[in-house]
């Protein structure tokens, strides 16, 4: 039974319902694929990460958005 | 100083603060009776996740839930 | 900068250097597929677990192996 | 590329984000002195928990708190 | 589908394979009686962490034993 | 009782215990100096990874470090 959790902070925009699901799928049928897992066997659990609460390169993520939006038109830090 | 992590998929209906507290004292009563743990060094942390981000067989917890309660008087999937 | 932690029981035939290889290439182009994730910010880590500290259905998994190799040929029970 | 989690019972006055982005700094600057390693590699995730699903000494921390600050004048217990 | 994680820093005298099973059979019956969680759906994952690798008060745990053994005839610190 | 997990890849040169002692020193002083934490109550674990496990930009680490190594006399690619 393997067990996987996902640790993603969060986006401005938000991850949607469907793509944590395509996320879900994806995970269980690598799992089937390379381990031959029963899919019903396949636990996967999504945390979601307040920006302010993750940090990378001694900076909170919140800081790191608002200089790259600053310098660029913005985009995805991760 | 055992830790021990649960981790729930959040249900319709809430886990209650004493169910909570149920939880805790079991878990530290068992840490003592099977190991000998002192009480008061054992730590627990529930965490409950929202069945949008729980997926179990390939599918988020929200979806399975959603078949249950069609197909029966539904009940927790888990 | 997804984290995905992958935890398995550990098998008796061990899982290769090659299936992790593919379990951290699988899940890296899932993030950047679903979520546009750069791959470089990607970050797996597998963790293999001794089947005598799993336990599934109140029971070790050396437990149910040896349950399931006793009444047939056997296979993963994962 | 070391991965710190922090994880944290929610006090009654929260944790600040200058105090989180402190904590991100100070754990990033410790890898880098003790294990030279590269700041940017760095990742740090606080995480921080309801007091009621927090568990110390077989009880929930929401009880431990009620009952410090009925004998004292309160004070973290932690 | 509750999971539940317990970590312990590895002790002089090992845990053995009985009482990880007890506290496997434990924790699930646990989940039965304050949540109706069916006992099939409930993974429990034990962690035994090197006591070089855990602190408690500033300092790691085979400092804190061995002091202890100094002083008294020793016993478990946790 | 803040909880610190510290996740580190492991490194053909092993982190020693000197080091090990020095992060836990080093966390748990942060912990006190930032949020008044009571040193005795913080509880620190590292988790050292086989770097077959750990997978960044899609590769095990054990490959980036093999490539490294060829084009440079190596160092840590954390």
């Given at each position: 039974?393997p067990l996987i959790n996902i640790?993603?902070?969060?986006?401005?925009?938000?991850?949607?319902?469907?793509?944590?699901?395509?996320?879900?799928?994806?995970v269980?049928?690598?799992?089937?694929?390379?381990?031959?897992?029963?899919?019903?066997?396949?636990?996967v659990?999504?945390?979601?990460?307040?920006?302010?609460?993750?940090?990378?390169?001694?900076?909170?993520?919140?800081?790191?958005?608002?200089?790259?939006?600053?310098?660029?038109?913005?985009?995805?830090?991760?």
């Amino acid at each position: 039974m393997p067990l996987i959790n996902i640790r993603l902070a969060r986006r401005d925009v938000p991850t949607s319902a469907q793509q944590k699901a395509q996320l879900i799928a994806g995970v269980t049928e690598l799992m089937h694929k390379v381990l031959a897992k029963r899919p019903e066997s396949v636990v996967v659990i999504i945390d979601e990460v307040d920006p302010e609460n993750w940090g990378e390169g001694g900076e909170p993520v919140t800081a790191i958005r608002k200089r790259r939006q600053a310098s660029t038109s913005g985009g995805g830090c991760e």
